[in-house]
Structures are given as structure tokens and as C-alpha cells.
């Protein structure tokens, strides 16, 4: 088991979920994020229902999202509810992750630069 589990949280057919399991993917490619995998979790079966309960703070209207364990444990977000010029208002409040922002301010996009900021936050923790 590598070091950091980033738990994703997502639907077939959904294309902002298509596109945040891809630009993960592309990120998790690059050496520096070697001790990072993702753990995707499909909302429309039990098991991904039940890990998303289990997870206790993310909205269901704003899938897709993730959280970043470590070592199997969810990962505390160290400055809940602080602002963010990166994340804005994507960052979860309990643990380290993301989920969407449908605002017209975060239009629904989790972005490259939103992703590769969270994880290097999960390394520096």
C-alpha cells in the first residue's frame, strides 16, 4: 500500500467526474506524487454509498469530490474554513480534499492547479 490514498467519490457518466479521474491520473503519473494512489468510490453501488457516509463530510450535491488519507486514515485538513486563493471554496472543512464548487463563482471545475495544491499539502502535513 503506497503512503497516501486519495479516496474519489464519483458517477458513471458524469463528465466532471470523468474529467477529475483523469487529471488525477495525470497528475499520480508524475515522479513526485509516486506515494499517492487513487481509491475510486461509484456512487450508484452500495459500497461506494457506503464510503461516502463513512467519510461524514462531503455533500452529496457536490460530487464529484475526494479526500486524502494517510496510512488507511483520513487526513485532517489543517486550516478548516480558512481561505484559500487556490482551492476557494472547494477545500472540505474536516478532512483534506476537495469537492465541487457549483457556483458561477467555481463554475464546477476542479482544476489541475486545485488537485496537484491539495496533495502537495497532504506531503507537507
Excluded at 19 to 28: E, I, Y
Aim: hydrophobic residues 35%.
Amino acid at each position: 500500500m503506497k503512503t497516501y490514498q486519495i479516496h474519489v467519490f464519483g458517477k458513471p457518466g458524469c463528465a466532471k467526474c470523468h474529467a477529475l479521474q483523469g487529471r488525477l491520473d495525470d497528475l499520480l503519473a508524475e515522479p513526485d506524487f509516486a506515494d499517492f494512489e487513487k481509491v475510486y468510490h461509484d456512487l450508484e453501488t452500495e459500497e461506494g454509498l457506503v464510503a461516502f457516509c463513512e467519510a461524514e463530510c462531503l455533500n452529496p450535491q457536490r460530487v464529484p469530490a475526494f479526500y486524502v488519507a494517510k496510512d488507511g486514515e483520513p487526513m485532517p485538513n489543517p486550516a478548516p474554513g480558512a481561505p484559500d486563493a487556490v482551492l476557494g471554496d472547494t477545500a472540505l472543512y474536516t478532512w483534506l480534499g476537495l469537492q465541487t464548487d457549483y457556483s458561477p463563482r467555481g463554475r464546477g471545475v476542479l482544476s489541475p492547479k486545485m488537485l496537484e495544491h491539495t496533495l502537495r499539502r497532504a506531503m507537507a502535513c
